[in-house]
């Protein structure tokens, strides 16, 4: 599920950029962890060159987000969270207690999308959209 590094190339070079070995590295550690923060991308690139470091990630993340090559989100009060574009469609639900993350078919919010696009004008882009509450194994009160 990883981009080659062709397309990777040729959507750099369209947009003025090179390809270098960083970036090849850090689009592969986004896609490998599937959702990660700077941090988390930073060290597991710097387990095959460890002299990158985290401006270079922070760039790198920004450039390739401009690409459409990943997005962020924010599953979290701290650092977005990185996951590649070539993941399905997903939003996300966040247990507040355990912080278990859950990746979640856009089919599910069909109502809302329609509902928010008619009533408000409103067109939702769910790949930013994070819910957050309480999985119904650390829900107070209830049984799993």
Do not use: W
């Not at 401009?66 to 599953?75: A, D, K």
């Not at 996300?92 to 993350?101: D, F, G, I």
């Not at 509902?115 to 408000?120: F, W």
């Amino acid at each position: 599920m990883s981009s080659g590094p062709d397309d990777l190339a040729d959507r750099l070079r369209g947009s003025g950029y090179r390809l270098t070995p960083q970036r090849q590295l850090i689009l592969r550690a986004v896609e490998e962890l599937g959702h990660a923060t700077p941090d988390e991308v930073l060290a597991r690139v710097r387990e095959q060159a460890s002299a990158v470091n985290a401006s270079t990630v922070y760039r790198t993340l920004e450039v390739l987000q401009e690409l459409g090559l990943v997005r962020h989100t924010h599953l979290s009060d701290r650092a977005p969270t990185y996951h590649s574009t070539r993941e399905p469609e997903h939003f996300h639900l966040v247990c507040r207690k355990c912080q278990r993350v859950r990746s979640v078919e856009p089919d599910v919010a069909t109502a809302l999308v329609a509902t928010l696009r008619s009533d408000h004008g409103f067109a939702v882009d769910l790949g930013h959209l994070a819910v957050f509450g309480h999985c119904l194994d650390c829900s107070p009160g209830e049984t799993s």
